[in-house]
């Protein structure tokens, strides 16, 4: 939704499989209030900030780290982020992300494109790798591995690979009040947008804030900035995880998840929008 001075916007969200999952005078009225206090923003400033993360942008950090890597296939090319990493702590003690096709709170997939029943798969146990996701090819190619039900319909140009299609991040205690109330200097950002992948083997990713970015001093939304343009590794980011929301919202980001809002203690940002 865009503000009639076409100033601010505000984005809302949720995905669901029952009708009841989507309760549209909420989204509406989440949207009006975030564009609301989004008007009129100042210029943002580069540099490094703690953030506070709607649900939105943590969907968009999940979605990179399943495409940058919880694949055996990319395991297995070199290219993931669990390469070198497998039994390392690497993230927060409180990250810990699953791949469950049968958990009702998502959007539930229960067999693969080969027709293997879907597997509860740890990717992360407690900021731990424990390992990617299979389909029956990558495990022919692994001694001793199985498929875990991940195999993805396949094109007809290229091998695709086994996706986490069913993520969840562990929730935590928090909710996005509480971290704005304990954050001193920081901003609260509603979604990230347009983000591609700059360094997969770290998860480095460029992209840009949107649909509200706002200012956070001393406890309070201080006002609102312009759109912030970022380079920045989504591993070292969940690595200073500060507290993860007790309520999660089921999203779409290249597969669905199941995400909370997230508070990081570092995040860079390059420039602001004009």
Known sequence: MNSEAATSSGWAQASGWKLG??????????AVRKTRIGENPNDGQPGEYTVILDPYATADLMGMMAGDG????????????????LGKQVLSPMITIVDDGLDPAGIPLPFDFEGQP??????????VCRGPVHDSYTAGREPGAVSTGHAMEQAASERIGPLPMNLFLKPGTSNVDEMIASTQNGLYITRFWYTRSVHPRDVVVTGMTRDGTYVVRD?????????????????????GTLSLGK???????????NVPAIKLERFKFTSSTR
Do not use: P
């Open 21 to 30: 999952s989507v309760v549209w005078e909420e989204l509406a009225e989440e």
């Open 70 to 85: 919880m694949s055996a296939q990319a395991c297995q090319e070199e290219r993931s982020w669990l390469n070198g990493r």
């Open 247 to 257: 309520n999660c919202k089921t999203l779409w980001a290249g597969g669905t998840c």
């Open 118 to 127: 879907k597997q509860h798969v740890t990717i992360v146990e407690s900021g």
């Open 219 to 239: 406890g309070e939304i201080a006002g609102a900035v312009k759109s912030l343009r970022f380079t920045q590794s989504y591993m070292d980011a969940l690595a």
